[in-house]
């Protein structure tokens, strides 16, 4: 049997607490601050570990796995390089949707909103915050572009640990991206596909809360 023909069968039973209005808070930046914790207390490997989709300014569309690096009233913040797919869609098309995938605690949530670029300096105390081998590949790669080989790809990376054997200073064209949620959907897993979901949706500067179809 080959594993397509496997592909119907492959299915799992959620069983969950039901997720009520009455146990969300009013906002969905707190209520993200619960699950997340939640997450991280059920061990799941890297709980922040999120889906990023963009889309071109011709509407090509594009996901890719990414960390998530900070989180508050302001809405969700990640690194990358400026000059990257991501970073190109963003700056044509600044808008993104989010998808952090707990399966494991049969849980998810949907994030959309408008993409800000971060001061440099926030960029800066980061980017020097992160391991100093993160921060020498930061400048080898360049990210999306075609590698003639592996061999050229550490090539770069060796000549640039040569260059700055301690301390390499922010590349102009990487930093973060903060996305400013206007939407915010919570998915709690349920018997029999009756999944619950509850979304936050910004209108008129206050969050409106409404339970959508499973």
Request: hydrophobic letters at 35%.
């Amino acid at each position: 049997m080959d594993s397509a023909s496997q592909l119907p069968g492959l299915r799992h039973s959620y069983e969950g607490e039901p997720l009520l209005e009455s146990g969300m808070a009013d906002d969905p930046m707190e209520q993200f601050a619960v699950w997340f914790g939640d997450a991280v207390a059920a061990g799941l490997p890297e709980p922040n570990a999120m889906i990023v989709a963009t889309s071109s300014a011709g509407g090509r569309p594009s996901a890719r796995t990414v960390l998530l690096k900070g989180f508050d009233e302001r809405g969700f913040v990640f690194f990358t390089n400026y000059e990257s797919r991501k970073g190109r869609d963003l700056a044509e098309n600044p808008r993104a949707c989010l998808l952090f995938p707990w399966h494991p605690i049969r849980r998810q949530v949907r994030v959309e909103g408008r993409v800000v670029r971060l001061p440099r300096e926030d960029s800066a105390a980061y980017f020097h915050s992160r391991p100093y081998g993160s921060r020498i590949a930061a400048w080898a790669s360049r990210q999306s572009a075609v590698v003639a080989s592996r061999e050229e790809l550490d090539r770069r990376y060796e000549e640039l640990a040569r260059r700055w054997p301690q301390d390499p200073p922010l590349p102009d064209f990487w930093g973060g991206f903060r996305v400013m949620p206007s939407e915010v959907e919570f998915w709690q897993g349920q018997t029999d596909r009756m999944h619950d979901r509850l979304r936050y949706r910004l209108t008129g500067g206050s969050w409106v809360r409404e339970r959508l179809a499973p």
